[in-house]
């Protein structure tokens, strides 16, 4: 299975394509927006396409051409304000979604935020609302397609170690979770079919990440 990795030079992207590009049935094409980044990938032997989310729908999809596969994991980041969250976060995604229909790209891992309910919305503070509100559609984007989607929200990203252990389910208690480990979740639902059609919270946990992932209902 070939997956493109869109978002790759993000710290989550990265550590998938690492991830993906060391596992025996999957081959990584990251998605990057600067040459000076696809070194890295190539080192990895992954293949690359330079694609900035603020293109054209039909470029992404050209980029999505003969993969099986597409995780978004594209982020405008804290350091931007509402416009690129909208741009990125929002039509970032949606692009990519209607990419994946146009390259006949079934399969589609999104990342969003931990709570992207309407009350999260009301309840975030202003300057984290527009991102929330971002997260929201770009779900309810993906969920009215026909495409095999998963959602992962994961808790609060750090920057720790991964345990390879998660706490993972519909809904589970607000908590910090290492990116490392979402990386992992991110290649555990491309290999089990059984997170088709699934969304669900992840934080640090007890349990190893496939056996979590295998078990959500």
């Known amino acids: 299975m070939k ?58 999809a050209e980029a999505a051409e003969g993969v099986d596969a597409i995780v978004f994991a594209a982020g405008s980041g804290p350091k931007t304000g509402p416009d690129k969250t909208m741009l990125i976060d929002l039509d970032g995604a949606v692009k990519s979604i209607e990419a994946a229909k146009q390259a006949n790209v079934k399969r589609f891992v999104l990342i969003s935020s931990y709570d992207t309910s309407r009350e999260a919305i009301q309840e975030a503070d202003s300057s984290f609302a527009p991102y929330v509100a971002a997260k929201h559609y770009a779900d309810d ?36 979770v290492p990116r490392d480990d979402i990386a992992q979740v991110l290649l555990a639902c491309l290999e089990d079919k059984s997170t088709i059609g699934k969304e669900f919270q992840v934080i640090a946990g007890d349990t190893p990440v496939k056996e979590a992932v295998a078990s959500l209902k």
């Open 3 to 60: 997956v493109l990795v869109i978002g790759a030079n993000g710290q989550i992207g990265k550590q998938l394509v690492s991830l993906i590009q060391e596992s025996d049935s999957l081959k990584a094409k990251a998605m990057i927006r600067k040459q000076e980044q696809a070194s890295y990938f190539e080192e990895l032997g992954a293949e690359t396409v330079l694609v900035d989310l603020e293109d054209d729908t039909k470029k992404i």
């Open 141 to 176: 984007w993906l969920r009215r397609t026909d495409l095999d989607y998963t959602i992962v929200h994961p808790g609060m990203l750090t920057n720790d170690d991964g345990t390879g252990k998660i706490e993972a389910a519909e809904k589970v208690e607000a908590n910090k």
